[in-house]
């Protein structure tokens, strides 16, 4: 669990590094801010290519030292952006990120849903997903405490802190047991993906469109709401870096409490409950006036949308067929990245249009997705307690 969830954090951290320190890299730059998105855009275009490099490698050497060679990875591609040159340079770095942070969601999810008993699934995907928020969280304490001295290339420069994590977990993790028990059987008798794959094609078309929903509502609440708080409100770095820190709190909780909510009541109910509650915070974490009510909307907004996404790691990995789960939970996960990639340079472009209204286009995007979200989990398949070992 402390790799599978730490690995997850601290990549969230390293995304997140870019999401406050965006308008002053673009000045720096001497670039737009809707250009500027075009790097968070691409980043998440590349994450499906990642999923598709590191997962099968996981399938066929083991989910740990994959994952090891992964975070590594990310973590110098970090350190590297700290000395870009130009912003061309900056962007070919974001993406070869992708591509690496593609890899580490559908393996480290693999080896801790893997490793897990089966009663504590449900409470374990919010632990895993609540990664997210908290490598959010660390990204903006630091900014916060350190990017007034450090600036934003310091901020990268912080990016190469999971390279330790690789350490501990090549001398101190073990490898997943429903891995290791495949690999005793002969190659004819284990799982073949290709085969998995046209078997469940259905599945997985739908599991691709929910997840692209998901990752609109976790990027269209998310990306560009410290650059609202800066830009619109014109608030301190400080107040920005705590009502971040306030609303990841809420993420991480959410998270915790929906994913043991949906061990009793099941994945379905929990998810659908969850972003159906997102709607009604809306007007408060948009439109309110003030630091004070605007921190309380966003805990609320972030406790619901991240609450929802807390289900998610079991849910893909219940939903997919056995020898395919170091792979396709990453990769419809990512593919749904793909689809929700524009959403920074849209919010973007709307607000533009809007006079500069970031609370339109915030707002538009998280209603929109939010009903659908919950039009599709209505449709979708109930998942809890299915069998990890099973082939089918």
Do not use: C
Request: proline share 5%.
């Amino acid at each position: 669990m402390f790799a599978g969830v730490g690995a997850w954090t601290l990549d969230a951290f390293d995304y997140f590094v870019l999401v406050f320190v965006l308008d002053t890299m673009s000045k720096d730059f001497h670039i737009t801010l809707v250009t500027a998105t075009l790097a968070i855009s691409f980043t998440l275009v590349m994450r499906p290519v990642g999923a598709l490099v590191f997962g099968p490698l996981a399938e066929r050497f083991g989910r740990k030292p994959v994952l090891v060679v992964d975070i590594v990875l990310f973590a110098l591609i970090e350190l590297a952006t700290t000395f870009s040159p130009s912003f061309g340079v900056f962007f070919a770095l974001r993406i070869v990120y992708g591509i690496a942070m593609g890899g580490i969601w559908g393996v480290g999810s693999a080896l801790t849903m893997e490793t897990v008993p089966a009663r504590s699934r449900g409470a374990v995907s919010g632990l895993f997903q609540a990664g997210y928020p908290l490598g959010y969280l660390l990204a903006a304490a630091v900014f916060g405490l350190l990017e007034p001295t450090v600036g934003w290339r310091g901020m990268f420069a912080i990016g190469v802190v999971p390279v330790v994590l690789a350490i501990y977990i090549a001398l101190r993790v073990d490898e997943s047991p429903v891995w290791l028990a495949s690999q005793g059987r002969p190659r004819e008798s284990r799982p073949a993906f290709w085969p998995a794959v046209r078997a469940n094609w259905p599945v997985l078309a739908f599991a691709v469109v929910l997840m692209a929903a998901f990752n609109y509502f976790s990027h269209g609440t998310q990306d560009l709401y410290p650059t609202f708080l800066l830009e619109q409100h014109h608030f301190a770095p400080g107040t920005v870096s705590l009502i971040a820190i306030t609303y990841n709190i809420a993420a991480i909780i959410g998270g915790l409490v929906a994913g043991t909510l949906s061990e009793r009541f099941g994945r379905k109910r929990t998810i659908i409950v969850f972003a159906a509650l997102a709607l009604p915070a809306i007007p408060l974490w948009a439109f309110a006036g003030g630091s004070v009510l605007l921190g309380v909307g966003a805990f609320l907004m972030q406790f619901m949308v991240q609450g929802a996404w807390g289900v998610i790691p079991a849910y893909l990995n219940e939903l997919v067929p056995a020898g395919t789960r170091a792979v396709l939970p990453g990769f419809v996960y990512q593919l749904g990245n793909v689809i929700a990639s524009p959403n920074a340079t849209i919010q973007a472009l709307i607000a533009r249009s809007a006079g500069g209204d970031f609370a339109i286009a915030l707002a538009a995007v998280a209603a929109v997705v939010a009903v659908v979200i919950v039009v599709l989990m209505a449709l979708g398949r109930e998942t809890r307690g299915a069998d990890l070992t099973t082939t089918t």
